[in-house]
Structures are given as C-alpha cells and as structure tokens.
T-cell receptor, first 111, second 112 residues
C-alpha cells in the first residue's frame, strides 16, 4: 500500500500568482504522477515525475506552466504558475506500486 | 488518445434498488480499472479487470470486462447509502507506459 499526503488541501488564489503543491509518500516510489480533475470532467494526467530526471509532460501541459520537482523518492512538488480562473481544479498526486494510489487532492480556486 | 465514455453521468436511486454504470471506448485497453471517489478524497481502486469477458465480484458489486476489452460495466445490487460516490473507470493503455485514461465519472447517490 501507499499513504499519500498533499499540502495544501485547498487554497484560494488571485490570478497571476503561483501556487506550489506538495506531495509526500510514506515510502519510496520510482514514479509519481500529477493529475488534474476539473469539475464534471475526468482526471487528466499532467506529467510523470521520476527522481533525478526531468518530468515528462502530457500533450497540452508545459513545464513553464506546471514546473515539477522530484528531489527524492518520497516527495514531489507541482507548481501552478501565473494562474487564471481556468486553472481552478483539483490537483491529485498519484503513485504506482502493485496498484495505483492517489492522494486526497488539492482544491484550487483562482479568482 | 484512447477515450472512455461513462454513462450515465448522474444516478440517484433509493436504498435497495439496483444500478448499472457503463464505460465504453472505441479503443482496446490492456486492462480496465474501476475507482470510487468520495468528497475530499482521492479515487480508491475497487477492481482491475484484465481478460476479455472477465467478471469479478466484490460483495454486492459486479464488474464485467467486454469480450473485445473495449468496454466494461459496474452493477451494484441492493444499493446502500454507503455506495454513494463518484465512480470512475480508467483504461490502462496498451503502449509501453501503461498510462491510465479516465472516464468522466458517474455520480451515484443512494438515499435511505
């Protein structure tokens, strides 16, 4: 199993600012994933983060907008940069062991 | 991109009734997963189906994978209020990455 925590759990931000979301796993994992879940829509993979290398971004997501750090095997951060109301969403961290585990999510509202 | 469509989007039923949620795609997946997500939480895996035609049961939940591995269904018998939640299907892609492709989800509300 894997226990995943995220900080913050929720935030309200002004447009043009940036927010960094932290993801902590209770044990070492090779691959960590960041997803976005917009209201009424499915979870969309933003990027895959491996320790010691640059994150791999999915189509439609770029490093300048969503920079990711992966300093060790239990921790990762996702930054949502220069935010606009369209970035309002739930951001979820996930890891894969014998199966896929998800964190509780960070609820972001951009005004 | 392999897209998954879930139906219905929303389902409200009385306790004791049965319900079925469908997950359809035009693409083949190596396997398909069902998750349940409750408010304020991340999705939690319920089951993975791998073989075409496979049927798995988890107490009152029955999951079926289509013969062609393109579609799946989730059937809940005698639903209880504790079954309330967002049910998500996710296909595991056939490429080497084995990424998850999620459906939009079905919100199920079971009232006493």
């Amino acid at each position: 199993s894997a226990v995943i925590s995220q900080k913050p759990s929720r935030d309200i931000c002004q447009r043009g600012t940036s927010l960094t979301i932290q993801c902590q796993v209770d044990s070492q994992v090779t691959m960590m994933f960041w997803y976005r879940q917009q209201p009424g829509q499915s979870l969309t993979l933003i990027a895959t983060a491996n320790q010691g290398s640059e994150a791999t971004y999915e189509s439609g997501f770029v490093i300048d907008k969503f920079p990711i750090s992966r300093p060790n095997l239990t921790f990762s951060t996702l930054t949502v940069s220069n935010m606009s109301p369209e970035d309002s969403s739930i951001y979820l961290c996930s890891v894969r062991r014998e199966t896929q585990y998800f964190g509780p999510g960070t609820r972001l509202l951009v005004l | 991109t392999q897209l998954l469509e879930q139906s219905p989007q929303f389902l409200s039923i009385q306790e004791g009734e049965n319900l079925t949620v469908y997950c359809n795609s035009s693409s083949v997946f190596s396997s398909l997963q069902w998750y349940r997500q409750e408010p304020g939480e991340g999705p939690v895996l319920l089951v993975t189906v791998v073989t075409g035609g496979e049927v798995k049961k988890l107490k009152r939940l029955t999951f079926q994978f289509g013969d062609a591995r393109k579609d799946s269904s989730l059937h809940i018998t005698a639903a209880q209020p504790g079954d309330t939640g967002l049910y998500l299907c996710a296909g595991v892609t056939t490429d080497s990455w084995g990424k998850l492709q999620f459906g939009a989800g079905t919100q199920v509300v079971v009232t006493p």
